[in-house]
């Protein structure tokens, strides 16, 4: 059964950091691409972070470029968010995903919130 759990949420102030996790089961991690995504009420679900199957290409949303950084270790089966200066705008459920061709897989979300 396929599984992925994030983790690593919480309550930081602009400024702070906070780095999310994401814990694959039950499929071959490096088969799949990994994404974070995030989404706020009423907003659809926004694209921050891609990284490749392998880990040797990433993409990030123009929101975050140079604040948040993407890692993975396939042999651990975890990825990684690193969210360095939030912004209270950041705040929002962030999800993990993971995707090839053929399949689309969603964790339960983590709720990250911005505030001082």
């Known amino acids: 059964q396929v599984q992925l759990v994030e983790s690593g949420g919480g309550l930081v102030q602009p400024g702070g950091s906070l780095r999310l996790s994401c814990a694959a089961a039950?499929?071959?991690?490096?088969?799949?691409?990994m994404n974070w995504y995030r989404q706020t009420p009423g907003k659809e679900r926004e694209l921050v972070a891609f990284i490749e199957n392998v880990g040797r290409r990433k993409n990030y949303s123009d929101s975050v470029k140079g604040r948040f950084f993407i890692s993975r270790d396939n042999a651990k089966k975890m990825v990684y968010l690193q969210m360095n200066n939030l912004k209270p705008e950041d705040t929002a459920v962030y999800y993990c995903?993971?995707?090839?061709?053929?399949?689309?897989?969603w964790g339960q979300g983590t709720q990250v919130t911005v505030s001082s």
């Open positions: 039950g499929f071959i991690s490096n088969q799949y691409d």
């Open positions: 995903n993971a995707r090839n061709a053929w399949h689309a897989h």
